[in-house]
């Protein structure tokens, strides 16, 4: 069984960066991991996601060139480094795990592992 843990989140000012975490536990190092974000009465979106090997990344288009993703295997941690951001109401994050890499800018469900909890918020 893999659960995930996720921690950060708060809220900043435009422009301002934000990192967030989500330890996992359990076999992820045979995992793709990733990122998922939904607004109030929005569905979920894609963020980005990372190779079990953190050898190959994805954004959405959204946040290419801002935002980071990288995965620490010593502490079995995902991360999501987030710069220049812009404003936004409260959002959720989520950190899915998955033994594929591929097609996740293209479903938001049947993922093997599903981690949520840190709440984004960027004021104007």
């Known amino acids: 069984q893999v659960q995930l843990v996720e921690s950060g989140g708060g809220l900043v000012q435009a422009g301002g960066s934000l990192r967030l975490s989500c330890a996992a536990s359990g076999r992820t190092f045979t995992y793709a991991m990733g990122w998922f974000r939904q607004a109030p009465g929005k569905e979920r979106e894609f963020v980005a996601v990372?190779?079990?090997?953190?050898?190959?990344?994805n954004y959405a288009d959204s946040v290419k060139g801002r935002f980071t993703v990288s995965r620490d295997s010593t502490k079995n941690t995902l991360y999501l480094q987030m710069n220049t951001l812009k404003p936004e109401a409260t959002t959720v994050y989520y950190c899915?795990?998955?033994?594929?890499?591929?097609?996740?800018?293209?479903?938001?469900?049947?993922?093997?592992?599903w981690g949520q909890g840190p709440l984004v918020a960027v004021s104007s």
């Open positions: 899915p795990a998955d033994r594929l890499f591929g097609d996740w800018a293209q479903r938001t469900s049947g993922f093997d592992a």
């Open positions: 990372i190779s079990r090997g953190g050898s190959n990344t």
